[in-house]
Every structure is written in C-alpha cells, then in structure tokens.
C-alpha cells in the first residue's frame, strides 16, 4: 500500500464523510470503504471514472472547481487531495472553496523545492526535472503547473487562514506536530492536515 | 379490489384495479390495469427486485424476444442472464407505463364510465401518475424495496420521480440520458410530433378506432421527427452519408433519392404497426409537463434518510438530453447532500447510444448494481 494512503487510513476516524479529489482509479476510496469510511471521488479522466465505478465504487465526472459550488456547506469531515494540488489551475482558490463543504482538508505532493530538484535543475538548465509528473512530461506538456516547495504550501496554508494540525514526512511516515514540518530540503513527500480556523 | 392474472393478450401479467387512482390533473380513474413482465426470480427476502421503466415508446419487454416486434426486446443488450443487469441474480419488473398501448389503461381502452372508447376522454396524465401506478404493482408483488430504479430518457423522468416521490422504497436509482424537467426544445419537438399527428384526417379528434382507421401518415411523420432527435450528425454521416437509394442519378422528383430517406420512411411506417397515435400524445405531453426539481428538494430529509445512491449517465453525443441536463441533476442532488456518481460515456450515436453495445456503459451499470448491497 502507498505510504501516504496509510497515514490517511490511520489519520481519519470510521464513519467519517470523505471526499476524494482526484480520486484516480479509486483505490484510496477503495480502502477508506473497508474501514467504513464512506468515500466520494472526484475525477476529470472519463477512463479513470468508468473504472471507479465498474468498482462499485461513488465517483463524479468532473471538474471539481465547478462541482465543489454544489456541496452543502459542511458536508464532509475530510477533503483528501493527493498528488493533486500542484495539477490545479488555482490551488488557493480551490482550497478556500474546500474550507465551505469540509471541516478538514489533508493535501498531499512532492516537494519540488528539495535540493535534490534544484540541484537536478541547476546543473541541466532544464525546467523538465522539476516539473515531471511521469517521464513523458516536459515543461510544455506537464500537469505540474504549480510546483511548490513545502515551505511554500506551508505559506498559503496560513494565509488562507487554515490551522496546521500536523504534517507528515510520507516517506519514512513520520508526524510532526505544533507547526513543525519536514524538511524543506530533503523530504520527498509531504502530507498536511489542515483544518478550518473559522 | 386488486387481482393478478396471466395476460391474455401478451406474454407477462396483468393487474387489474377496482379502485379510484386521483391524477395529477385533478382527474381520477376508476378502474385500470397495468401489463407488465419480470424475469429471474424474486429472492425470499424480496430484496433482489430491480424495476425497469421504459422510454417513450417502449414497452413492458426489454429482453428476450419481444412479442411485439419479434426481435430482441429493447434492452436486450443490457437485461438478460449474465447481462449487466443479470436476471440470474435479479428479478427484473417492467410494466406498460399509464397511457401506453401494450396492455396498460390508455386512451384506446373503454371507459367504464360511458362503455365507449376513452379517445381524448382519457385524462391527461403525467410521469408522477405513471409512478405512482408502478408503486401499486411494487406493492402487490410484496416488495418493500426495489433494490434499483433504472431508465433511460422518458424511463430516466420515472427514475427521478420515484427517488421524488417514494424514496423509502427506492435503494438505488440509475438514471440514464435524462433530465430534471423537459426543455423547450424537446417540448417543441413533441408539439410538431403531435400537430403531425393531429392534422391527419385520419386521427378524427381522436376517435380513429370508431371510424375503423388510423392517423398513419401523422404518427409516421411524428416518429420521422422523433428519430432524427434520437440519433447524431455524425450517425447519420457515418450510416448514409449522401448515398443514393438503389439508383445511380437523382430523379429531380420528391421520391426517395437519398438512403436516409428511405431510412427514416421506414421508421415511420415499422412504427405506425406498433403504436398507437393517442397514446404517443398523452405520452408525450407527461414528458412536456414533467419537472422534478421542487419534489427532490421538498424531500430532501426523506432522500437523505433513506441513503438512495444516485447513478447519473450521459452520452457526449446526445443532443436531446445532453450532458448540461444531466449535470443539473448531479447538482441539484449534490446540493441537497444526497450520495451521487456521474459518468459521461463517450459515444457518437445520439440520444439512443442507452439502447446500443456500449460496453463502458455496460460495465458502469454492472459495477453500480454490484455495489449496491
């Protein structure tokens, strides 16, 4: 199982209305399912959502930018974005519009300001390294849009008036606790918890 | 007073009604019968039960060889053993809507009232009086929940209006090519469908029976209208282009030089066999004044106690109830929290692609029902 759905496994309590945002083939809804979660996805790939629901599995067809106008306020306990974030066209848009429908938001994604990126990046001269989804990506064709350090995702967090609850090395899964957050330089992965401060 | 029997007439059932049924119109019927059809068999918790709703001129035989045309029933592709809809596993019902011409009340039935023929005596009924007529045979077969709803276009309205009106009867709902109510072009659609039919000299204010003829040329050009809307530009380029009918020139008359000419006659004339004038009006105008959107947020709170899961579906090529229609539903159901997933397959054939293999479409609908426990 992928690290970060595990910590997302053990951070989100039965019960709970989940929503996944970019749910992919719905593996993630999948498992949050068996602990008695219910799960929704979202996804904007038609493959990927004919999948998810010859699964059995709840998805919307969509983008979420205009499906998330739709949800009564309050209406889940968690918003799950992994690997995600840095493909939306305005990602403080979207997680302000996120705060309305959910108490909690857990984004998780590469951290492109590592040093091992920006050495990559320093001695190529190419932009390709940093914004790499998969191998066939360069910077004309990438979903990678937004790359973003750590630091800055910590940033926008608290500009957009979220509570950091905790972060997580995904990794080595480690928690840090009290506005801690891993390594700018050498974390890989990184997961938030954020939480509506209003 | 109630009763089933074996239909005389088709294959299936009857049930037949003594009783006052008020319609939507203020109206009430007195006395009715509904014709439907099951197949597989009804589990002893009664908890396999799928009810299949027809479109507008369907009937109560989706699988197996229809009695009617003697082809494979409308929804062959979908409902049969070890079909999405796998009747080794469910029981399916399907009935005649109200208003139909296969077995169901309608308007070419007697009036109990003056022993004639209803004609445009008939009241005029909506989508919500056809449900509510499905809930009584629901009952009748002693099912306390249906374990799905599923229909696509005029089908897709029943979909709706169940979840609307009897969502504690309803576990899931599959509603295919649909909308939340009927827009103006498929209203004007319908109209010019009708005024075919209504300035045949034929149709006699509705009392062709009496006069022993039918509105035939109406009802063809009616259903030569309706086709058209069921297909798209690209399924029409694709199956005819501009290929000439068994010639090589044109004739430089009004006869049928082009191959979709002769298609579309065909259709019209195949149709008028099978159906029935009045009935496509009273049909048609249910679908005009369908519109469920108030219904789904005054039940709100009754939707969402009773957790009915929401299977929307749409076809990227269909311009009669286009993806934006069913995306309404999603929203509006979003919107009063109720548990919805949405798909648009792709497809190039039209509003009809819920009638054609599709096997995405196939597997959407298997999946869903699989998970509905």
Known sequence: ??????????????????????????????????????????????????????????????????IVEDF???????????????????????????????????????NSGRLSKVIQFLLSGSFDSLLKKSDSDQWYNTDYIHPCSIKDFKNLSLDLNFKIISTYDVINSTQFTDGKIPSNFFCKEVLFHLKNEQ | MRKITNNKDYPGFLLSCEESLLLDSGKSINKFQIAYQ???????????????????????????????????????????????????????ICSNVLGGCVGTTGPNDINPETSKIYGLDFPTITIRDMVKVQKILIDELGIAKLRSVIGGSMGAMQVLQWAATF??????????????????????????????IMLDPNWNQGRYIEFDQKPENGLSVARMIAHITYLSETAF???????????????????????????????????????????????????????????????????????IRFLVLSFTSDWLFPTKESREIVSLLNSIGSNVSFAEVVSDRGHDSFLLDEPQFFRVCEGFLRGIK
């Open chain 2, 237 to 307: 380029q694709n199956k005819f282009g501009r290929n000439l009918q068994e010639k090589k020139d044109l004739s430089f008359g009004f006869g049928i030089d082009f191959q979709v000419e002769s298609y579309l006659r065909y259709q019209g004339r195949s149709f008028v066999d099978r159906f029935d004038a009045n009935s496509y009006l009273y049909m048609t105008r249910a679908m005009d004044y369908f519109d469920v959107s108030e219904e789904i947020k005054n039940n709100q709170k009754r939707i969402i106690e009773n957790e």
């Open chain 1, 72 to 110: 009564p306020y309050n209406q889940f306990d968690y918003c799950i974005l992994t690997q995600t974030i840095q493909a939306v066209q305005k990602p403080d848009v979207l997680l302000n519009t996120l705060k309305k429908v959910s108490k909690n938001i857990i984004v998780g994604f590469n």
């Open chain 2, 38 to 92: 099951t197949y597989g068999e009804l589990n002893s918790n009664k908890d396999n039960a799928i009810l299949i709703c027809h479109a507008l001129t369907g009937d109560q035989f989706p699988a197996e060889e229809s009695p009617i045309t003697k082809k494979n029933g409308w929804w062959d592709l979908m409902v049969g053993p070890n079909k999405p809809i796998d009747t080794n596993k469910y029981f399916v």
């Open chain 1, 1 to 66: 199982m992928r690290n970060d759905y595990k910590i997302i496994l053990d951070l989100i309590p039965e019960n709970s209305k989940v929503l996944d945002i970019g749910c992919s083939d719905g593996d993630l809804i999948s498992l949050l399912a068996d602990k008695n979660i219910s799960a929704q996805g979202v996804e904007l790939n038609q493959e990927k959502v004919i999948s998810c629901l010859g699964r059995g599995l709840d998805v919307i067809h969509g983008d979420i930018n205009i």
């Open chain 2, 167 to 196: 969502p504690e009867f309803v576990k899931s709902t599959v509603c295919i090519a649909g909308s939340l109510k009927h827009s103006a072009q498929n209203i004007a659609f319908d109209e010019a469908g009708r005024q075919s």
